[in-house]
Nanobody, 126 residues
Framework: QVQLAESGGGLVQPGDSLSLSCAAS????????MGWFRQTPGKEREFVAA????????YYGDSVKGRFTLSRDNAKNIMTLQMNSLKPEDTAVYFC???????????????????WGQGTQVTVSS
Protein backbone atom coordinates (compact mmCIF):
# COMPACT_ATOMS: atom_id res chain seq x y z
CA GLN A 1 0.00 0.00 0.00
CA VAL A 2 1.26 3.46 -0.83
CA GLN A 3 1.75 6.00 1.95
CA LEU A 4 0.54 9.55 1.34
CA ALA A 5 1.40 12.82 3.04
CA GLU A 6 -0.27 16.14 2.28
CA SER A 7 1.32 19.53 2.78
CA GLY A 8 0.75 23.14 1.82
CA GLY A 9 -2.40 24.01 3.69
CA GLY A 10 -2.82 27.27 5.52
CA LEU A 11 -4.80 30.44 6.04
CA VAL A 12 -5.36 32.66 3.02
CA GLN A 13 -7.69 35.47 2.02
CA PRO A 14 -10.48 35.21 -0.54
CA GLY A 15 -9.08 35.48 -4.05
CA ASP A 16 -5.67 34.14 -3.04
CA SER A 17 -3.95 31.05 -4.38
CA LEU A 18 -2.56 28.04 -2.58
CA SER A 19 -0.80 24.88 -3.72
CA LEU A 20 -1.25 21.55 -1.97
CA SER A 21 1.14 18.66 -2.41
CA CYS A 22 0.65 14.96 -1.85
CA ALA A 23 3.90 13.05 -1.55
CA ALA A 24 3.67 9.32 -2.12
CA SER A 25 6.06 6.70 -0.82
CA UNK A 26 6.27 2.95 -0.95
CA UNK A 27 4.99 2.64 -4.51
CA UNK A 28 5.38 4.41 -7.84
CA UNK A 29 2.21 6.33 -8.54
CA UNK A 30 2.46 6.76 -12.30
CA UNK A 31 -0.28 4.19 -12.98
CA UNK A 32 -2.41 4.96 -9.94
CA UNK A 33 -5.75 6.65 -9.76
CA MET A 34 -5.28 9.55 -7.37
CA GLY A 35 -7.57 12.19 -6.06
CA TRP A 36 -8.21 15.12 -3.78
CA PHE A 37 -11.20 15.27 -1.48
CA ARG A 38 -12.26 17.74 1.17
CA GLN A 39 -14.41 17.71 4.24
CA THR A 40 -15.81 20.20 6.72
CA PRO A 41 -17.37 19.34 10.08
CA GLY A 42 -20.91 18.09 9.75
CA LYS A 43 -20.71 17.67 5.99
CA GLU A 44 -20.04 14.72 3.77
CA ARG A 45 -16.70 14.32 2.11
CA GLU A 46 -16.63 16.11 -1.24
CA PHE A 47 -14.82 15.10 -4.40
CA VAL A 48 -12.45 17.82 -5.58
CA ALA A 49 -10.27 16.44 -8.38
CA ALA A 50 -8.73 13.23 -9.62
CA UNK A 51 -6.31 11.84 -12.14
CA UNK A 52 -6.95 8.36 -13.45
CA UNK A 53 -4.37 5.72 -14.21
CA UNK A 54 -1.40 5.85 -16.52
CA UNK A 55 -3.31 7.84 -19.14
CA UNK A 56 -3.68 10.63 -16.62
CA UNK A 57 -7.22 11.70 -17.48
CA UNK A 58 -8.28 14.43 -15.09
CA TYR A 59 -11.63 15.15 -13.49
CA TYR A 60 -12.82 18.05 -11.38
CA GLY A 61 -15.74 18.71 -9.10
CA ASP A 62 -18.19 21.31 -10.34
CA SER A 63 -17.42 23.69 -7.49
CA VAL A 64 -13.71 23.91 -8.39
CA LYS A 65 -13.72 23.68 -12.19
CA GLY A 66 -11.78 26.52 -13.76
CA ARG A 67 -10.13 27.44 -10.45
CA PHE A 68 -8.24 24.33 -9.36
CA THR A 69 -5.67 22.41 -11.40
CA LEU A 70 -4.36 18.97 -10.59
CA SER A 71 -0.99 17.74 -11.76
CA ARG A 72 1.20 14.73 -11.13
CA ASP A 73 4.96 14.49 -11.27
CA ASN A 74 5.71 10.82 -11.74
CA ALA A 75 9.46 11.31 -11.41
CA LYS A 76 9.05 12.87 -7.97
CA ASN A 77 6.04 10.74 -6.96
CA ILE A 78 4.06 13.87 -6.08
CA MET A 79 0.57 15.04 -6.90
CA THR A 80 -0.19 18.74 -6.68
CA LEU A 81 -3.40 20.72 -6.45
CA GLN A 82 -3.06 24.34 -7.52
CA MET A 83 -5.96 26.32 -6.09
CA ASN A 84 -6.68 29.77 -7.48
CA SER A 85 -9.39 32.34 -6.75
CA LEU A 86 -10.07 30.75 -3.41
CA LYS A 87 -13.41 31.34 -1.75
CA PRO A 88 -14.51 31.00 1.88
CA GLU A 89 -16.52 27.94 0.89
CA ASP A 90 -13.27 26.22 -0.09
CA THR A 91 -12.39 26.07 3.61
CA ALA A 92 -11.99 22.41 4.57
CA VAL A 93 -9.55 19.68 5.43
CA TYR A 94 -8.13 18.42 2.15
CA PHE A 95 -7.17 14.78 1.77
CA CYS A 96 -5.30 13.04 -0.99
CA UNK A 97 -6.06 9.46 -1.89
CA UNK A 98 -4.64 6.81 -4.18
CA UNK A 99 -5.60 3.44 -5.59
CA UNK A 100 -3.63 1.10 -7.86
CA UNK A 101 -6.72 0.30 -9.96
CA UNK A 102 -7.91 2.19 -13.01
CA UNK A 103 -11.14 3.14 -11.24
CA UNK A 104 -14.40 3.93 -12.95
CA UNK A 105 -15.66 7.46 -12.53
CA UNK A 106 -18.39 6.63 -10.01
CA UNK A 107 -15.83 4.94 -7.78
CA UNK A 108 -13.57 7.97 -8.03
CA UNK A 109 -16.37 10.35 -7.07
CA UNK A 110 -17.26 8.10 -4.14
CA UNK A 111 -13.67 8.07 -2.91
CA UNK A 112 -13.33 4.32 -3.12
CA UNK A 113 -9.56 4.37 -2.87
CA UNK A 114 -7.17 2.22 -0.88
CA UNK A 115 -4.81 4.77 0.62
CA TRP A 116 -5.45 8.13 2.27
CA GLY A 117 -3.31 10.87 3.70
CA GLN A 118 -3.86 12.51 7.07
CA GLY A 119 -5.26 15.72 5.60
CA THR A 120 -4.21 19.36 5.56
CA GLN A 121 -6.34 22.30 6.65
CA VAL A 122 -7.16 25.06 4.19
CA THR A 123 -8.88 28.13 5.60
CA VAL A 124 -10.05 30.96 3.37
CA SER A 125 -11.06 33.97 5.41
CA SER A 126 -10.70 37.72 5.41
Amino acid sequence: QVQLAESGGGLVQPGDSLSLSCAASGRTISSYTMGWFRQTPGKEREFVAAIRGRAGTKYYGDSVKGRFTLSRDNAKNIMTLQMNSLKPEDTAVYFCAADPRNLILSAIWAGQMDSWGQGTQVTVSS
